[in-house]
């Protein structure tokens, strides 16, 4: 009897070792899907990152490039108006010298 009672054992200790195998490898498992699932929410929220950082730069650069076209735009409308103003103060002279001509003209 002490044969059986060995094999018994020995089968008992069998079935225990494979439920502990079977457990380890659905543990395994089980980790590995979790792992992924965890992986693909960190690219998630990575990529949601990646989009926002992108759009704080693009509105930044447009953000500074309205400025520079209003800073461009206030220097030009400044460069016109002291055109016209110089323009205006010479055009008593170009008149008068029209007028010169005109009855130089006249009178040849």
Request: charged share 40%; glycine share 2%; proline share 0%.
């Amino acid at each position: 009897m002490a044969k059986d009672k060995i094999l018994s054992e020995i089968k008992d200790a069998e079935g225990n070792a494979r439920k502990i195998v079977e457990n380890g490898i659905k543990s395994k498992h089980d980790r590995i899907n979790s792992a992924r699932a965890e992986a693909r929410e960190i690219i998630k929220q990575a990529e949601a990152d990646a989009h926002r950082s992108a759009q704080n730069a693009i509105k930044s650069s447009e953000e500074a490039v309205a400025l520079e076209r209003e800073k461009i735009i206030r220097a030009g409308k400044n460069d016109a108006e002291a055109i016209a103003i110089k323009a205006s103060s010479k055009v008593d002279k170009a008149v008068d010298m029209l007028l010169t001509e005109f009855e130089r003209a006249v009178h040849a």
